[in-house]
């Protein structure tokens, strides 16, 4: 039976369902239908900061707009969707998966259009699939390429007597590499080379296919960048200019026939999608009183993994403890871990896959790889029962690699003197006076290889693979993850959504039975308070 601790929850949230169906009649428009104005800005973050109910407008989660762009296309009253972008800085799984859900709502039979200031290649990478393409008349198409540097430190740390002492094992476990050269090892740049030529194809042939050009012309396109908004335009990379004043009756023609049974202006009205959201995209309906929905859990892993708790990073102590209260509560059929992570601490990541493990035994777990999951980020996703990634996710980075910094010299130049009592042969281990000796070195390298063994053993045990397959594709190097694909670190090609939808049928929920989804960590309940502010605006958003 239903405890009233539970009861009253699910009363209330019913309350607050019929609070936004009252104030979604006044916000959205009814008859003539609306269009989603998406505004495309910084951050998209993963989870969402904190926000109080009436600070400055935040944008949505990616998750959270994936959902709005979802449920518009299926809502009568949702015409069509415009873009506006303004500078979000979009890794290239996130364009990947934004591009694949404004392609589902184009599949739908519903318009989408794109108005931008300036527009960089992620950012056209989700524009370029959208059934109108404009700019500003003076606005810009930065599309020249793409490029992986880096700063090289050897010199300057010459220059001041510093010796990074640093130990890898992996060919290309290129990570310290910054400050112990002056430029990329070839190892480096033959990783990096590939990287670049699979983002490079994957960007010319999505934009082929969403401007009707051949990739030739694309590419040959790329290499005259950039464009002024008007030189675009006369390339076919764009549809045209204009001015934000001129944008109503720009979607007004592209606004569908209203049907027989809708009568009404075709008129295009603009509902801000974090308004949208929040009272149409993120409901499940009425709840049942006296049983509870099932729920799935989308778990956010995103920065360096580290050891303790906190809230900065993936703190190993707060994780795994949320992976086990999950692990325990009966009403959580599945999760979703989203893992955006370059790694970082090695005992920490193997605590964390083992929370990971232990929580797959009870229910299934499917990770879903955003922009980065590379060395320790990838650790936690093998782990899961499958692992989803976007073509462009940077995946991989089998290897392990550290080290101290040597400053003895910098000590000598600057006048510092370091002197010091010790008892054990390795005692001075860590200190920055001095560098390793052969002897540590030795030792050092030793552990440094039981770790990598363990890496490799533990994606083997995760992915179903052979020791050697895993070693074939470790050594440290990063793949793209349509290449991580092929080598069979990656199961499927998909971001957000696909994931949630796997999770569902590996824990046989019934398509269409609904279903909670609980975002983690948890945010104040005051952020779904947001949309009350919103509510002055009503039913129009300016541009």
Known sequence: MASPVRVAGRAGANLARGARRLLARAALPRGAGAWLLVRLGPPLDEPAPPRLPFATEGSLTLLELLGALERAASDPQIDGVLLRFSGVS????????LRRAVLAVRAAGKPVAVWAERLDAQEYLVASAATRLWLAPVGELFLVGLRLDGFYLRGLLDHLDVKPEVLRIGSHKSAAEHLTRESMSP????QLGTLVDDLFEELIAKIAAGRGLEPGAVRALIDRGPFRASAAAEAGLSDGCLYPDELPAALEALTPIPPADRPGPRRARLVEASLYFALRGGGVGWR?????????????????????SG??????????KLLESLAGDGGVRGVVLRIDSPGGDGVASDLLWRAVSQLARKKPVVASMGDVAASGGYYLASA???????AGTLTGSIG???GKPNLEGLYRRIGVARDAVERGARAGLLSEARGFTPDERTALREDMASLYATFVARVAEGRGLSRQAVESAAQGRVW???????LGLVDAIGGPLEALRETRRRAGLRDGERVLIEAYPRI??????RWLRQLVRLRFGGI
């Open 90 to 97: 979009l890794g290239f799984a996130k364009a990947l998966s």
């Open 400 to 402: 392990v690699v550290g």
């Open 187 to 190: 190892e480096e740049r033959e």
């Open 480 to 486: 793209s993850g349509a290449r991580a694909h092929a």
């Open 288 to 308: 049942p009183l006296f049983r509870g929905l099932p729920r799935i859990a989308y778990v956010v892993a995103r920065g360096v993994i580290h050891s303790g």
């Open 524 to 529: 104040s309940a005051l952020a779904g308070l």
């Open 311 to 320: 809230s900065r990073g993936i703190a190993s102590d707060a994780v795994r």
């Open 384 to 390: 899961a029962d499958a692992v989803f990634a976007e």
